[in-house]
């Protein structure tokens, strides 16, 4: 009961929270046909704004820590990002209608993390006086880049493996064989095949291209500059005051965004929707348990047990879905940017924040 109360408490102040009735209040103005429309160019910089300012409290927080504390829960980052791609392949990708690659993809962008989602799961621990380790929020590239990889290597894989498999029976049905030369024959093809028809997929492109881009490239720089850097100053009075305020907008368009994308879902297999609901509660789930692991073993904190949760919980709706389109081009991004920002996100920040500290919290009371 403890937990269950905890929870609705939470979610009711959720509610009532700037993070989430700024979300809401833009999916119900979408709704109803409002016109407005706020600049990319004011998205990209709040974006920048927002990310730059988890970087700088992750680096100024790596700095004055004990690193060896920072090594398990960073390891776990990286298993979860590699993992969720893989329960989307065997999960959803085996359900009517959908394809492989989409769902490859889908994996992959609800592996890698959201910065919206994570700035509001540390806004909310914030306001909740919940402690953290600041450094929380560098876990964000830890499992972002293994998750891209890891969907964009997978699907070539199987691309390269579906083409081998065509061509090979184009060969076969053109090429009459003798009843007895054929498995023979079969393996003499196939084998010389492996070579010029596959297609080797480049690790370090991938890599590359995920840290060029605007959200991990925010994030890292704000690292850098934490680590090495004495920004205090320009942090307490200029990027600390301005986060919550700058936070509540980009849920406003995030509801919008939201709102707009729930078309797109239309198109493509109902199965998306049962997945974007259930997913971020079930990676949530799988890094709060390796979470706790960490707390026992090296003390990491509940409140950084809930951010770990959080950011498996979350999905990528900034730097995820170009990366995606570059890297696994026939995928449908109706299929997996639908998935994401029109249910998976909604779901993640106003659902699993709470669910997750309403869990760290009873879990908190009953050690006490």
């Given at each position: ?14 509610l ?20 407005l ?57 085996r ?55 890891t ?32 498995p ?28 060029q ?19 205090e ?19 406003l ?17 109902q ?10 509660f ?75 500290l309403?869990?760290a ?8």
């Amino acid at each position: 009961m403890d937990f269950w109360s905890s929870f609705l408490a939470d979610f009711v102040k959720q509610l009532q929270s700037p993070t989430l009735s700024f979300l809401i209040g833009g999916m119900v103005i979408a709704a109803l046909g409002s016109q407005l429309v706020i600049p990319e160019a004011i998205c990209q910089i709040i974006v920048f704004m927002l990310l730059i300012k988890i970087g700088l409290t992750g680096g100024m927080a790596i700095r004055n820590s004990n690193l060896t504390e920072m090594v398990l829960p960073m390891a776990f980052a990286i298993v979860l990002g590699i993992l969720i791609v893989f329960i989307a392949r065997y999960t959803l990708a085996r359900l009517p209608r959908v394809k492989v690659v989409d769902a490859l993809a889908t994996g992959g962008l609800f592996g890698a993390v959201s910065g919206s989602t994570m700035a509001a799961a540390l806004a909310t621990l914030e306001e909740q006086k919940i402690p953290f380790e600041s450094w929380a929020g560098a876990l964000y590239p830890f499992m972002d880049i293994p998750a891209l990889v890891t969907a964009i290597v997978v699907a070539n894989i199987y691309l390269n493996q579906k083409k081998r498999q065509a061509t090979s029976e184009e060969y076969f049905s053109r090429e009459p064989v003798a009843a007895g030369d054929y498995p023979s024959t079969r393996r003499e093809y196939l084998s010389k095949q492996r070579g010029p028809v596959a297609h080797r997929v480049e690790i370090w492109p991938i890599i590359k291209e995920s840290l060029q881009g605007p959200a991990l490239s925010a994030m890292l720089l704000g690292i850098a500059l934490g680590l090495f850097a004495q920004p205090e100053s320009v942090y307490k009075n200029f990027y600390d005051p301005l986060f919550r305020g700058l936070l509540s907008i980009l849920m406003l368009v995030m509801g919008m965004e939201a709102w707009s994308r729930v078309g797109e879902l239309r198109k493509v297999a109902q199965w998306y929707v049962v997945y974007s609901v259930l997913a971020p509660f079930v990676h949530g789930s799988i890094a709060f348990a390796l979470g706790m692991v960490a707390h026992y073993l090296t003390g990491f904190s509940l409140g950084g047990v809930v951010v770990l949760a959080v950011i498996a919980a979350s999905s990528s709706d900034i730097s995820g879905p170009p990366t995606l389109r570059a890297g696994i081009p026939s995928a449908n991004p109706s299929a997996y940017i639908g998935a994401s920002t029109a249910i998976g996100t909604p779901v993640a920040i106003s659902l699993c924040i709470p669910f997750f500290l309403g869990l760290a919290q009873s879990l908190g009371a009953g050690a006490n």
